[in-house]
């Protein structure tokens, strides 16, 4: 399938609980950040975005957490669901032209009922 | 509204043939994007239209793509010819104004 020689980080969570996923970027110049939700067969789907004047946004039950300081992205999820089960991507602008974002590897999120 | 399509949603083809992706974008979206992912790597940005001008195409990876968006209405995405480290998914996006990318489901192009 598709994720076959990319090897992606798994979090595994009960139904229920409050997922955090995490995301490391290395550029200081990014100033606009996304993530993403692809579903097995489909195209990433937008979750939140956030910029980098912001530390923080909220949205249904997700939250994003930026600390620049550290150029660490987050992605809180609460009371999860079955259905947000998928691989997880945050993305980012360097400053280059609308719609050229650097995605990261991916984090697989496994619910279990 | 109907979102991004993409046609086909397979292709399997043999090492230096051509293959035609096609890209429909919401209607109205004036902005369109590329994207792929090959086997073991990110999803990348391949290019930019802002209806039928190329606004960014520092991604496309040589020579052999080929995008166009005549009247800027839908996209097409020509690899010719197709090598073997081409295969992955080839996403196409669209969006009316501002970051809010519309992803379709992607074209898994196999070279063999």
């Known amino acids: 399938g598709e994720s076959v020689g990319l090897h992606l980080p798994t979090l595994s969570v009960q139904e229920g609980d409050n997922s955090i996923i995490n995301c490391a970027y290395s550029?200081?110049?990014?100033?606009?950040f996304i993530w993403y939700k692809q579903e097995s067969g489909k195209g990433p789907q937008f979750i939140i975005d956030i910029r980098s004047n912001m530390d923080k946004r909220q949205g249904q039950r997700v939250t994003v957490l930026l600390n620049k300081t550290v150029k660490h992205l987050s992605l809180q999820i609460a009371a999860t669901q079955p259905g947000d089960s998928a691989v997880y991507f945050c993305?980012?602008?360097?400053?280059?032209?609308?719609?050229?974002?650097?995605f990261g590897k991916g984090t697989k999120l496994s619910v279990k009922p | 509204e109907a979102g991004v399509t993409q046609f086909p949603s397979h292709s399997v083809i043999e090492k230096g043939q051509t293959v035609t992706l096609r890209c429909d974008p919401i209607?109205?979206?004036?902005?369109l994007y590329w994207y792929r992912r090959v086997m073991g790597k990110e999803i990348k940005f391949l290019l930019h239209f802002v209806k039928e001008s190329k606004q960014d195409e520092s991604g496309m990876p040589n020579n052999r793509f080929l995008a166009e968006r005549t009247g800027g209405t839908y996209s097409t995405l020509k690899v010719q010819p197709a090598e073997l480290e081409d295969s992955g998914v080839y996403f196409c996006?669209?969006?009316?104004?501002?970051?809010?990318?519309?992803f379709g489901n992607g074209t898994r192009l196999t070279v063999t």
């Open positions: 550029n200081s110049a990014s100033d606009y």
């Open positions: 209607s109205g979206h004036d902005n």
């Open positions: 996006a669209s969006s009316l104004q501002g970051w809010t990318l519309h």
């Open positions: 993305a980012e602008n360097r400053g280059g032209s609308q719609g050229n974002l650097i």
